[in-house]
């Protein structure tokens, strides 16, 4: 029997791009990562947002950092592409290792809240168990041949 047409595999995905902000601490040096708490949701994530109608996935990255946290940022490393269902449609995030290069938070319409945590503390506030993979494989694109840093 062949999927329905309202099924997940017929659907076309919902295409979004985003970014593992960081930085270095101003009080020790050690690396940080932002995290945004989106109230319409009640959860913590990194900044990211859907694809605009002819832009490209880096132009979107950096307009959804921009849009959520109010940072400029140098997109780095390409970071592995989540998949995932929102109520039942594929969604396709691309995400880049960020480093912040200026800006303030202030509340917008999506986010109430930026944060700078270290990395083991970003990974234990996330709130999705596919945005935890991420924290790791900004940490090994920003040190390649480094596991861990707290």
Known sequence: MPPS????????????????????????GGLEIALIRRPRYDDWSHPKGKLKRG???AAA?????????GMECV??????????LVEGRPKEVRYWAAEAAGGT?????????????APDAARARLTYEHDRPLVDAMLRAVHPGAAHHR
């Open 105 to 117: 938070f202030a509340v917008n319409d999506e986010v109430d809240r930026l944060v700078w945590l």
């Open 5 to 28: 047409p309202n099924s997940p595999a017929e659907q076309s995905p919902v295409l979004a791009a985003g970014a593992v902000l960081w930085r270095r601490s101003p009080h020790d």
């Open 75 to 84: 997109l780095g490393a390409a970071l592995p592409t989540a998949r995932y």
């Open 61 to 69: 990255a950096l307009r959804e950092v921009r849009e959520e946290t």
């Open 55 to 57: 832009e490209d996935w």
